[in-house]
């Protein structure tokens, strides 16, 4: 997992965002709105793919591990070569990636999604932090 120095926010980029809950009846609109606008931003559809079980891994961790419906900013963005997918909630928690338990019926979820993206990182800031993947466009 990689921590980002700056506020990755401050690019001049092509972005979608929104606020939202962390709600699981939600999550499946917010799949499709994520592949949707990563599809717009040029990514193919293994990137959408990718893009949309990490909105739902991220958002799932939010409702898990910092309280059921708390707000968060979801954006999708491209940059240069690559689309980032980042969610903020206003913990400091810092995310951690295990090694799966395959004998478990969770636990796995950020160790998948650092396999599937090329990056997988968060961002402390003031407020809270930024959870983020990042897949290379082709």
Known sequence: MN??????????????????AAVPHDIHMWRYRVED???ELGADSDVCAVAAHGVTELI??????VAPGAKCELVVEKEVA???????DTTHEVPRVQTPD????S????W???????????????????????MTLH
């Open 3 to 20: 921590v980002a120095p700056a506020d990755p926010l401050l690019a001049d980029y092509a972005r979608r965002s929104w606020h939202l």
């Open 37 to 39: 606008a990563a599809a």
């Open 60 to 65: 799932s961790n939010v409702y898990k591990h």
């Open 82 to 88: 690559a689309l980032c997918v980042r969610l903020f």
């Open 102 to 105: 395959h004998l478990c019926e």
């Open 107 to 110: 636990g796995r979820g950020l």
């Open 112 to 134: 998948l999604l650092r396999e599937m993206a090329d990056d997988l990182g968060y961002t402390l800031v003031p407020a809270g932090k930024w959870v983020w993947i990042r």
